[in-house]
Nanobody, 121 residues
Framework: QVQLVESGGGLVQTGGSLRLSCAVSGSIFRINTMGWYRQPSGKQREWVAT???????NYADSVKGRFTISRDNAKNTVYLQMNSLKPEDTAVYYCNGAVQTAALSLVVTAWGQGTQVTVSS
């Protein structure tokens, strides 16, 4: 089955950078669309950035200009480059979306375990 594994989180100072990875395991043809989401402690999950099926990127107002979403189909991996990090970026980051299997069937992915990002002030 298709599974998502987020990684790359950690502790960083304000103004620092991190690069998150979302590895898609399983037999897939390509990533159709994938988004990054985050959930601060005690708050609801919120949308951060997405790669649409048309390969168009969109960002939440809170992160645009600082974050960049990208993908490497050869590695079945989606990335989130985070620059100029702020304490309010502290959260557990998740990826989710849809992929095409080897049979070209579109499958909606399930939430992974996420990766913790902590930005110190």
């Amino acid at each position: 089955q298709v599974q998502l594994v987020e990684s790359g989180g950690g502790l960083v100072q304000t103004g620092g950078s991190l690069r998150l990875s979302c590895a898609v395991s399983g037999s897939i043809f390509r990533i159709n669309t994938m988004g990054w989401y985050r959930q601060p402690s005690g708050k609801q999950r919120e949308w951060v950035a997405t790669f649409t099926s048309g390969e168009i990127t969109n960002y939440a107002d809170s992160v645009k200009g600082r974050f960049t979403i990208s993908r490497d189909n050869a590695k079945n991996t989606v990335y989130l480059q985070m620059n100029s990090l702020k304490p309010e970026d502290t959260a557990v980051y998740y990826c989710n979306g849809a992929v095409q299997t080897a049979a070209l069937s579109l499958v909606v992915t399930a939430w992974g375990q996420g990766t913790q990002v902590t930005v110190s002030s």
